[in-house]
């Protein structure tokens, strides 16, 4: 079935539609309101944050032709606000440096710099992946932001700021995109699933969001999975329960199961539990990832002491059922917070090396091992 790709159909195309980062916007559209542009900019931070729309949208406002001295908002209409949307604008250079990372990708833009743009007020310079450009390419680069003709201006945008030099990041205005936090991650997908017209439960949309990791990206493609697969019935409302299989979420039940093994010290089973998992095909690094998830639910629910209120509010942010919160809660409740750190801390080493490990679900096995080692009441 065809996947609906949601995050390129509704790419924020204004800066008021950019969400959850909302200082960086306020930053950039009073710049460009008053006019004070600088010739280099520099977005970084994790994946799927915006960084790259942003750009587009700034390269808009730059040179958009309806645009009024005091407003920030690109019109969206006129000839140059359109190329850019359309992605053919002479007067917008993408460059994606995981790609053209090269010296010679470098001395072309360097060449093609002095050139006055073909229609706009700006030449709009956006490198993507700017960390990985080559040592050479990259100090070409410095020598460009060094002297910058006046209608140039840079946008680099990084996921790897710590692999940038030095030299190039002191150059530029720097803004650091975060991810969105669970509440603005569900917001965005609400309004993305109403104007699809597709119904699915609040729930749903926490799930989808909470295996997102905080980037809008990985969340809205998620949710066009879930969509995809729940149109053959267009008028039912998508559940979370739903969701669990189309995500290939592991099933909290199993989860729940491990943590009782390794709560009662049940060694052998908890290790031949893993060998079935593996059987059945579940991902383990899912599932060791699942794992965690889990108990670092409950890792926060030991720590907060948790009245009603806290409790209500930590289940709705947790994807679990309230049969699952109040397994979880009385699982939690026989460890001591000592114990369920370094469990957790077990299943994140481990989970780091199921890739290269030999037999994949060795080291959930040496996990499982010490943690029961590590759990119950001694
Ligand atoms: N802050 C945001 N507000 C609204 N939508 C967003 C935001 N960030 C990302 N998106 C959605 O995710 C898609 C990808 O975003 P974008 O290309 O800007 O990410 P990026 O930060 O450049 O990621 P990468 O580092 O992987 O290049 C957009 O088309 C949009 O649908
Ligand atoms: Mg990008
Ligand atoms: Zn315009």
Avoid at 28 to 54: D, E, P
Avoid at 114 to 120: E, L, N, R
Avoid at 136 to 143: E, H, P, R, T, W
Avoid at 261 to 280: H, M, N, P, Q, Y
Wanted: glycine share 6%; proline share 3%.
């Amino acid at each position: 079935m065809e996947n609906l790709v949601l995050y390129r159909k509704y790419r924020p195309q204004l800066f008021s539609e950019v969400a959850g980062q909302d200082h960086i916007i306020q930053t950039l559209s009073n710049s460009i309101k008053s006019g004070h542009v600088s010739h280099a900019y520099l977005f970084s931070g994790t994946r799927g944050c915006g960084k790259t729309t942003t750009a587009r949208i700034m390269a808009k406002a730059l040179n958009c032709l309806n645009r009024k001295d005091g407003d920030a908002e690109p019109c969206g209409k006129c000839s140059s606000c359109l190329e850019i949307a359309g992605g053919n604008s002479m007067d917008l250079i993408e460059i994606d440096a995981a790609s053209h990372r090269g010296i010679d990708d470098i001395r072309e833009l360097r060449d093609g710099i002095k050139y006055v743009p073909a229609k706009s007020k700006y030449k709009v310079f956006i490198i993507d992946e700017c960390h990985q450009l080559s040592k050479d390419a990259a100090n070409a680069l410095l020598k460009t932001l060094e002297e910058p003709p006046s209608h140039a201006i840079f946008i680099l945008a990084t996921t790897e700021l710590h692999k940038m030099l030095p030299t190039i990041i002191s150059r530029c205005q720097r803004f650091d995109f975060r991810k969105l936090r669970l509440d603005e991650l569900v917001a965005r997908l609400k309004d993305l699933a109403k104007r699809e017209n597709v119904k699915i439960e609040k729930a749903a949309l926490e799930l989808v969001a909470l295996n997102a990791g905080g980037s809008v990206r990985d969340a809205e493609s998620l949710l066009g999975q879930v969509i995809s697969f729940g149109s053959k019935e267009r008028e039912r409302e998508i559940k979370a329960g739903d969701i669990r299989d189309i995500l290939g979420i592991v099933e909290i039940k199993l989860v729940g199961d491990l943590i009782d093994l390794i709560k009662d010290k049940k060694t052998a089973e908890a290790v031949s539990f893993i060998g079935r998992v593996s059987d059945r095909g579940y991902d383990l690094q899912e599932f060791a990832k699942s794992t965690i998830g889990y108990l670092r639910q409950g890792l926060i629910m030991a720590l907060s002491g948790l009245n009603d209120s806290e409790s209500a509010s930590l289940l709705s942010a947790s994807g679990l059922t309230p049969e699952e919160f109040a397994r979880l809660k009385q699982q939690t409740a026989g460890l001591k917070i000592d114990q369920l750190k370094k469990v957790i801390e077990l299943f994140l080493a481990a989970q780091e090396k199921i890739r290269y490990s030999p037999i994949p679900q060795l080291p959930l096995e040496l996990a499982v091992i010490e943690s029961c080692q590590n759990s119950g009441q001694n």
